[in-house]
Each structure stands twice: as C-alpha cells, then as structure tokens.
C-alpha cells in the first residue's frame, strides 16, 4: 500500500512540474484543444519531449484551471497557425495560410490532378490580377479579425494596389488595409500604403487621413504623422490624441505638452478625457505638477471627476508620484466615485513616498467601504507591510489572498507575498510560498535571494542561486549582486569569480551595483590586488566602489593606500560617506598620521555628522591611539549617547598609557550605566593590569567575566595575565596555570612562559617550556633564540651553541621555501 501511495504522489509531482513548464513558456506547447476529435487525446503536447497534459486528469494540480482561464483572456487560443496533430486532416483556408506568397509561374503547381487548387487564397491573387475589381476582391477575401490578421494578407493587398494604382478601391477597403498595417505595427507596410495614399492625392481624405496618422503613430513613423496631420482639415480629436499618446509612448512628453497646447488652440475642439489622462502622463513622467494643477482646473470644469473615473484616477496618480500626498488625498476626498483602482493608486503612492502607515489605514478604509481589492491592491499594501516589518497585517493579506485564490493566478502578489516575508526576516514562509507558486519568475527568485542575504543566510542564498541557475531563468543585476553579497561573506571566491564571468559575459559591468558588489566580494576574500582592477575598470566610480576599496585597504592593515585612495575620492569630487570616513579615521589612528587626522575630525564636526555612534567612537578611537587622551575624553563628552564601544576605545587609551586608575573609574561608570564590557573591553582591562603590575585585580576580573558578565575568557585573556604572572617574577604561578587551563595552550602563551624563565634565570622550567614549544611547531625560530640565550645566562654555551644552530638551520629552511613559491 505504501508504494502504491508513493507512485501516486509521484505522478502528481510529474504532472505539477509539466503544467508549470507550461505556463512558464506555452510557445513550447501544442495546443489541441480546438483540434481534438479523440476524448482520448491530449490537450497539449511538448514539441520536443512529446510530453502530454490532459485537461480531465484527476490528479491535475486545484491552480490549473485558474491560469489557464486567465492565459485565455490574455491570448485566446487561435484555429491557426497552430500546428495540427499527426494525420489530423486540414481544411484549405489553414493549408493556405501557411503558405507563402508565390509568382504567377507557380500558379499551375497549386493546382491537383483534377483541377482543382491546392491554395485558393493565392489563386485568387492570380484571377483577380486579370479580372476581378479591387474592392470585391477585398470583400471576398480579407474580412479578418484582428487575431486572425496575418502578414501574408498585408502583403497581398500592398502589392495589389501598388500593381493596380489605377484602379481605386473603396473608402472602406482601404481602411481596411490601414487597420491591418496598424495593427501588425510593421513600418515597411505602412510606409509603403503611405507612398501609395499619396500617389493616389487619398492622403487627405476626410476620413481615410485621420487613420492613416493614427497608423504612422502606432509604427513610430511619428514625424511623417505629424507633418500629414498639420495638413488635414479637419483636424479631429481623434488624431490629436494619437499624436499625444505616440509621443508619450517614445519617451518624448515635452513634445506631447507642446501639442496638447497647439490642440487647446483650436476653439472648435473640446477636451476628451482620454486627452486629459495623456495629459497627466506626460505631466508625471516630467514632473510638471504646475501643468498639472492646470490640466486638472480644465477636468473639473469639463465635469471629467464626476464622470469618468480614468481622469480623476490619473490625476491622483500624478499628485502621489510627485510627493503631493495632502493634493492627492484632498482630490481623493471630492471624488464622487472610487473604484478599486482609485484606492489602488491612493495606496501605492503612500507606499512610493515611504507613508506604510497611511498605506495601510487606506487599506482598512477601502474594506470598509465594501470595495473588493485586486491584485495590485495586495502588492502594495504586501511592501508597505515590508517597509514597516509588519507580517501581522501582511499574514491576515496572505490569507484574503489564499480566499481569492490570487496566489494561483497573479504572479505580481505571489512575488510581493515572497518579498514581505523575506524582508521581515520569515525566510522560511518565503520559501513555502514561492515553493507553492504555479510559476517563478525573476522577480520571485530575487526576493527569496535578497531575503537570505540581508538575513544573514548566506549558503543558503548561494544554494538558491544555483538552483535558478538550473532553470531557464536568467539572472539580472538584482540577482548577482546579491549573490556576490552571499560570496563576499562567506569568503566564496570561487563563486565569486563564476559571477563576475557571467557579470562580463552579459556586459553588466557598466551597473554602479554590480560593479562596487564585485569589489567588495573580492575585498572581502582577500584579493586586494583583483579588487583594485576591478576597480580601475569602472565606468562609474561612486562613492560605495569607493569606500569599498579604502575599507579593503584598511582590514589588511595597508594604511598609507587607504588614506591616498581617500585623497583621490576626494579629489574626484566624491564626498566622503559616514563609513568611508570611519576607514579613513582608523587609516590615520593606525599610521600616526595625527594632522590629517585632526583635520578629518574638523571636517566631519563641520558636516554635523558626530552625531552618528560610528563616527563618534572612531574619533575617540583615534585619539586613544595617538595617545592624546584629552581630546578623546573630549571627544566622548560629546557623544549623543555611550555604547560599549566608545567606552572600550576610552578605556582602551588609559589602559596603555597605565593608567590603572582611570581604567578602574571607566569600569565603574559602564556599571553604573549598565554596560556590560566586551571580549575586547575585558582584554583591554587585563592589559591594564598587566602594565601596571595589578595581578589580584586582574585575577578578580577574570573571575567575574564569568560569575557577572557570564562571558567564558579566551585563550588570549589568560596569556595576558600568564605574561603578568611572569613579569612581576611568579614564573612557577604562571606555568602551573598554563597547564591548567580550560582551553589549549599555544605557541604564543608558551612564549610567554619562556621570556619569564629568561629573565627570572629559571632553567629547568625553561627546558620544560621549550619541549611544550617543540611540541606545537619546531619552526618557531624565536624559540631557539630564547633558549639560547638562557643556556648562555646559565654558562652552557655548548648547548647555546647548539641552539644557534638549529636557529640558523631553521631560517635557512624558510627561506627556500619563501623563495620556492615566488
């Protein structure tokens, strides 16, 4: 039974994956549907696998049908130029239309044995070019819809008038044949019947010229239509709104302005609120709210708000991209009618303008007034719950969702859904919903991604990357860079450099993004000298590359390149961001270079920017290491608010200048504040300690890293106070807890041991200690300099002698092997 079971669940799982190949590209499909005679035979079939869907299956996936209804509405599936199944017979009208247009030579090879032709529609061509009039050829032949209307019939009916130009059709066939070149939006054709049309003096024809402007638009021909329309008579409102919207569609509003002016001119024409939402295009897409306010007055007096909700829809839309959120809702208040769209633009643009609050608010209204929303009402209200990180409200979405069942039929809500949860940090339920979704495009496959990375989930972004590598999905920009984001954190390289390959290959190198991912994913893993090409090859440098790189600079300790890099940010007119000045401040803490630090410091206090914890603590970082503790206390005063951060870099300062004091009173005040320290804070203590010889004390803190700050002492809080114990001559002390310790002892604490015996002249214990040493690593050349030294103090110079030998042996060993891998 069990097996049975997993056969069935099996099948299921096979036809899941089929119908969702489906669905991704049907241009891969047979579709039968309209052809099958059979109820045995399948609906569609693969092209090239011959795989086969069946509609009445039982175990077809609940989503199926859904889709496919709305694909339908989209594209209804066409008698032709599907292919037909095998042995299907065909019916003349679907043979001819796969034929192609062939010379009056082959005429008689359409023909069959007992006379009759294999494709009349071509024959006809023939006859008519001999005998029949134009027009009813027409008639006869091309009464199309529009899905049917093919480029072979464009071609005829061109080639007809162009051969018989003295022949004129009808007013009404020739609109026809303007339609059909508008329609397939084919230049050639158009520009051909417009050379015609003109021949013929029909080019201004009262009716036929406002159709062909309307054509020259929808090809692009957009300065032909111009230049024809000027010369018509009338000019109607039709053929102005054509011109509008060409000019709005090829991305030049201004001139759609200058012509809305030019029709406004022409007293006999009224406003049609079909010009009026052109209009507000063309006002958003140049930010032109003052043309506008104006465009609006004109709606309201034309009573275009009461009365057609498409104007006062667009005018909301335009008042919101614009970031005129009090306009918007006072226009949204006086409307008489609210549709799902209006509260759909009302929504969207809160959300645009980063108002998730007053997105939602809108939200609960439009419920309440009993308006049902769609799918795009989902999206937005889905990112104002993910700019807000509430997944309260936008679980109670996914729920009214999963009710409509949008999730199954709109990939734009399915993708939003995926993005809030991954933006809220439930990548799990992000991946549960874009495992259940129909079909995955890019945009679901980012969210997913992104959510991983910006979580923290870095393998598992890389993991999910490689599995849309799988599919026939292609990656985008959002895509690598996020994936380069995983790589440079988990220290990737090797996929990395498998990124930056594809990066190069699809020429998305010239995207500021990608370009400052790729440095930082290489800086990240070490490869300063790649990060630096990479960055050299920039198109555009910005501010991010060029942090990116300093920052590179700065971790691997190259502090004078990391301060000549922030000279030529500078210098190339790149003001410096909060993090590229905390690099350059550490740069110049760890290099000495005190004035240029000073100055920055100067600089950033004129910018207003201390205000931020991270500039501030790197101020009074730098000024702890340069040993100017006035100006850090100074600096630390001025800080909005104390972390544990600044208060470690102060404490850090007085603990190396051995101010043990001044250390005890910080570590007070962080109690009284209720800060607790760091690993980093506690080893600066133990330091202090150390340099001022306090060994209780320092055993006291060590003692209450773990009863108070519940925090276990490293390897490298225990070699500080050993290195103690040594110093003030307790070598016996210091070897004893050096053998006892929780965690395994290295080469370094051991070290440490052996420099006490040295200076303590404790010969037995140093023995004993080098053995420990030889244990761990035989190479340690200071080692053998220190046990040399000893047997000299101790007047052993054969086994001193001995020692320096091996010392000698030894680094001659390392220099082969340095020279080897030159």
């Given amino acids: 039974m069990q097996d049975g079971a997993s056969a069935v669940c099996s099948k299921r799982e096979i036809i899941k994956r089929l119908w969702k190949s489906y669905f991704a ?10 052809y099958k005679r059979n109820p045995k035979a399948p609906d569609f079939q693969h092209k090239s696998t011959k795989e086969k869907l069946f509609l009445d299956c039982t175990r077809n996936p609940r989503w199926v049908q859904g889709l496919l209804r709305k694909k339908d509405r989209q594209s209804p599936p066409s008698p032709w130029p599907l292919p037909m199944p095998e042995n299907q017979i065909t019916d003349s009208a679907t043979v001819a239309h796969h034929l192609k247009p062939i010379s009056s030579g082959e005429v008689s090879g359409l023909m ?67 339609d059909m070149c508008r329609k397939k939006k084919n230049k050639d054709y158009a520009l051909r019947l417009l050379a015609y049309l003109k021949q013929s003096g029909l080019d201004h024809h009262e ?123 006072n226009l949204f208040d006086m409307l008489s009618s609210r549709n799902v769209i209006t509260w759909t633009s009302l929504i969207a643009g809160y959300v645009q303008n980063n108002h998730g609050d007053a997105a939602l608010k809108s939200f609960q209204s439009m419920q309440d007034s009993g308006v049902t929303p769609n799918a795009f009402t989902f999206s937005s209200v889905l ?14 979405v996914h729920a009214k969702m999963e009710q409509e069942g949008l999730l199954e039929t709109s990939q734009i809500a399915g993708n939003a859904l995926i993005d809030m949860y991954a933006k809220c940090g439930l990548v799990t339920n992000a991946q549960e919903v ?17 959510g991983y990375t910006d979580h923290g989930y870095f393998k598992e972004a890389i993991a999910c990357f490689e599995r849309m590598q799988a599919t026939d999905i292609s ?3 959002i895509t690598f860079a996020s994936c380069l984001k995983a790589c440079a954190n988990t220290q990737a390289l090797e996929k990395g450099r498998e990124i930056h390959l594809a990066v190069s290959k699809r020429q998305l190198l010239d995207d500021p993004v990608l370009g400052s991912s790729l440095v930082d994913m290489y800086v990240k893993c070490g490869v300063l000298h790649k990060a630096k090409e990479v960055f050299d090859a920039l198109s555009i440098q910005d501010a991010i590359a060029w942090t990116s790189i300093i ?69 009074v970082d730098m000024y702890t290491k340069f040993g100017m503790l006035k100006r850090a206390c100074k600096a630390f005063v001025a800080l909005p608010t104390h972390n544990v951060i600044s208060w470690t870099a102060l404490l850090t300062g007085y603990a190396q200048s051995g101010d043990i004091q001044k250390v005890s009173d910080i570590i007070e005040k962080m109690s009284i504040e209720g800060i607790t320290p760091t690993p980093v804070t506690s080893l600066s203590i133990l330091q202090a300690c150390s340099n001022a010889g306090k060994i209780e004390m320092a055993f006291r803190f060590l003692e209450s890293m773990s009863e108070e700050y519940f925090m276990i002492p490293t390897l490298e809080h225990y070699t500080c106070v050993i290195d103690l114990l040594g110093r003030i001559g307790q070598v016996n002390r210091a070897v004893e807890l050096g053998f006892r310790l929780p965690v395994h002892p290295n080469v370094v604490m051991w070290l440490a041991v052996l420099g006490a015996c040295q200076r303590w002249g404790h010969l037995k214990l140093a023995n004993a200690i080098f053995k420990q040493v030889m244990t761990l690593d035989e190479s340690v050349t200071s080692s053998y300099v220190c046990m040399s030294n000893i047997y000299v103090d101790a007047a052993l110079l054969e086994e001193a002698v001995i020692c320096e030998s091996i010392h000698a042996a030894t680094e001659s060993i390392k220099g082969e092997a340095a020279v080897g891998s030159c």
């Avoid at 590209?25 to 309209?34: A, E, G, I, K, T």
């Avoid at 009349?120 to 899905?147: C, G, R, W």
């Avoid at 005018?315 to 306009?327: F, N, V």
């Avoid at 874009?434 to 992104?450: E, R």
């Fill in 551 to 619: 920052w590179g600079y700065v971790q691997h300790e190259y502090f004078q390149k990391a301060l000549v890099c922030f000279r030529q940010m500078r210098a190339k007119g790149i003001m410096p961001d909060a993090v590229a000045y905390s690099c350059a401040l550490k740069a110049c803490a760890n290099a000495g270079t005190t004035s240029i630090g000073v100055k920055l410091h100067e600089e950033i206090e004129a910018r207003g920017m201390l205000k931020g914890e991270l500039l501030g603590n790197a101020v």
């Fill in 207 to 329: 009716i036929l010229g406002q159709d062909v402007v309307g054509m020259l638009v929808e090809v692009g021909c957009l300065s032909e239509a111009q230049v024809l329309f000027y010369t018509l008579i009338p000019r109607t409102s039709h053929g102005w709104n054509a011109l509008i919207r060409g000019y709005i569609n090829c991305g030049d509003p201004r001139q759609a302005l200058t012509l809305f002016r030019n029709m406004r001119g022409e007293k006999e024409l009224h406003l049609h609120g079909h010009t009026t939402v052109l209009m507000v295009k063309a006002c958003i897409a140049l930010k032109d709210v003052k043309v506008g306010r104006l465009i609006h007055i004109d709606a309201a007096k034309e009573g275009f708000l009461k009365n057609n909700p498409s104007v006062g829809n667009s005018l909301l839309d335009m008042y919101m991209k614009c970031g005129l959120l009090m306009e918007a809702q």
């Fill in 383 to 396: 990112k104002a719950c993910a700019s807000l990180k509430n997944f309260t409200i936008g679980m109670e």
């Fill in 25 to 34: 590209d049907p241009s891969q499909w047979w579709d039968y549907r309209l």
């Fill in 434 to 450: 874009f495992d259940l979704m129909p079909t995955q495009d890019v945009v679901s496959w980012n969210a997913l991604i992104t």
């Fill in 475 to 477: 990656p985008n920009g």
């Fill in 112 to 178: 069959t044995k007992d006379g009759n032709s294999k494709d009349e529609h071509l024959v006809n061509i023939q006859h008519m070019e001999a005998n029949a009039p134009i027009s009813n050829y027409f008639k006869s032949n091309y009464h199309t819809t529009e899905d049917e209307c093919n480029f072979s019939a464009i071609e005829d009916s061109i080639c007809i008038l162009e051969k018989h130009s003295s022949s004129e059709p009808s007013v009404s066939t020739l609109a026809k044949i303007i």
